[in-house]
């Protein structure tokens, strides 16, 4: 066909999202955040107060729960939630409920069922090794710790909160931890991937590598 899937996986505060949305507006390919996805779900928990051990309350719930995108918009059951799903709270609670097996199932299949339609660029954790495991392209984005710590960080007390930065690192290190020890498709670098450590590279010079493989590799 042609349609072109390009896949980003990473940690946690590796700039995936701000590089991966570049990308998609440059090629002019639709920008799927998986994680936001993972984030709908946690606050629709919170929301309700359901929690992870309720499983049979968790099934009815997600078998009721609509997700979508729409012009840079995250939307569950009709509300618009971007900026609701961005504080640590619901970090923590997302990364908590991406180990639930129905969870992953749902989101995996709504995220296979986007990419069916258009050419998208992914992010996540699982994409290349799970979700669009025949990606034309695949990068996994990576930076030290203390940078991602640092970037969260700057994020965050520019939208107003009041944080730490030895909190953020140390929850970055926690999600680290969890996103890659689970059982369920943890995250890794998969096989075919093009690894991309952008320690010390602004969003740009990252952007530009990526197109520059697209470029040679196809
Ligand atoms: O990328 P973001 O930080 O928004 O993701 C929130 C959480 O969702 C991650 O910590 C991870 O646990 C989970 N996630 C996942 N698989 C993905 C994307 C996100 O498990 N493909």
């Known amino acids: 066909t042609d ?13 995936k999202s701000t590089i991966a949305k570049n990308v998609a507006r440059i090629l002019r390919m639709d920008y799927i955040d998986t994680g936001a996805m993972y984030r709908a779900i946690g606050y629709k928990m919170l929301k309700n107060n ?13 078998g009721d729960t609509e997700i979508d995108f729409s012009d840079g918009n995250i939307i569950l059951d009709g509300e618009v939630i971007n900026e609701r799903i961005r504080t640590p709270e619901i970090s923590k609670i ?14 995996v299949a709504l995220q296979r069922n986007m990419a069916q339609r258009k050419s998208v660029v992914m992010d996540g954790r699982d994409i290349g090794t799970n979700v669009l495991k025949d990606a034309e392209f695949k990068f996994y984005v990576t930076a030290s710790t203390a940078e991602r710590a640092r970037r969260r960080w700057l994020e965050l007390t520019e939208k107003g909160e009041a944080i730490d930065l030895k909190q953020v690192e140390a929850d970055i290190i926690q999600r680290d931890h969890n996103d890659s020890t689970r059982k369920l498709n943890p995250l890794r670098k998969a096989e075919d991937a093009v690894e991309l450590d952008t320690t010390g590279l602004t969003i740009e010079e990252v952007t530009q590598r990526i197109l520059e493989v697209i470029k040679w590799q196809s």
């Open 3 to 15: 349609k072109i899937r390009i896949a980003i996986d990473g940690p946690s505060g590796a700039g």
């Open 94 to 107: 997302a990364s908590d409920t991406s180990a639930i097996s129905e969870v992953r199932e749902k989101l």
């Open 50 to 62: 359901i929690s992870i051990d309720n499983l049979e309350t968790l099934r009815h719930m997600l």
